[in-house]
Structure formats: structure tokens, C-alpha cells
């Protein structure tokens, strides 16, 4: 397993937490972006974008590019999982207000509300990104786009310890 982040003391952070788990210690930590990633050729089974979309510039390109390192076992297809924030009042009360400015579990400035994705902005960014997929073994290749196969979302109760989890889109 892999784990990217441009940051430094992100990478340093993650590195030190997972050092003393059994099963996070085995986790190859890399300063490095999807981008470069891609540049590099490597590609993976899985790749997981979780709370990353809302920070970059350009979240299409982003999409483009983690579904370019995304290459299952002998060219089969393989899976990216993306989870994001709605862009609602809501999130931005919870997100924004509460957590960077209230309670102070956040940096100030960490999230912009005007870069959270809607649903239906993620599953049009996810359909129209086009990508090449090895069919054989014989290095013939389909161009098709990915395909959005499920919506999912959580419903955060910050005075419960528990999370409800379900078909729930709008947080």
C-alpha cells in the first residue's frame, strides 16, 4: 500500500502515527502528487481519494489523473473511491463554521465551501473521464470512461459518538 500527500509534514505525521500499528506499519509513505504518480507509470488496483478533491484546483483534472494510475491485477479494471464533502449550508456550518472556527480542530482556512463538489458534480466529472483499459494479455487496448456504480454519504451527529451510515447524499 501506498499513501501520497504533497506536504511534508503531513507524510512526517502519517509516518510517526503508523510507525507503532501492526497494520499501518507496512504502509509506504510518499511525498508526492497524483500527478506525479501518474508521470511515473506506476498504477494500482485501488486508488482512494478521501477529503482530497475539495482542496485541489482543479478537480477534474484530479479525477482524470487518479483514474489514469487506476489498473487492476493483469489489466483487469480496477476501483477509485472518492469521498468529498457536499457543497451545502449545512457542511459549511459543520465543516467550515464548527470545526476550523468553533472548536478549533482545524487549521482556519482549511476548507473553502466554494470548492466542495455536489454529488451530481462528482458523478460527471467520474463519467466523462476517459481512460484505457488492457482487455487481454496481448496489450490491446478499449478507450471507454469510467463508470459511477454507487453513491453513498454519512450523516454526521456531532453530539452522538456514533455515525449513521446510509444512502444519504446531502450532509
Known sequence: MTSIDPAPENIKVASSHSRNDPLTATINYKQ???EEILASGQKFDVVCALEVIEHVDDPRGFIQ????????????SGNLFVSTMNRTKKAHLMAV??????????????HE???????DELRIMVESTPFE???????????????FIKQNGIVLKPVSPFKKFG???EW
Open 113 to 119: 465551501w466554494n470548492k466542495f463538489i455536489t454529488p
Open 32 to 34: 508526492s502528487t497524483i
Open 65 to 76: 489523473a487518479c483514474a489514469q494510475c487506476v489498473q487492476g491485477r493483469d489489466g483487469a
Open 167 to 169: 444512502h444519504v447524499v
Open 133 to 147: 483499459a488492457k482487455i487481454n494479455d496481448n496489450s490491446d487496448k478499449q478507450s471507454s470512461t469510467m463508470k
Open 97 to 110: 463554521v464548527g470545526a476550523e472556527y468553533v472548536l478549533g480542530l482545524l487549521p482556519p482556512g482549511t
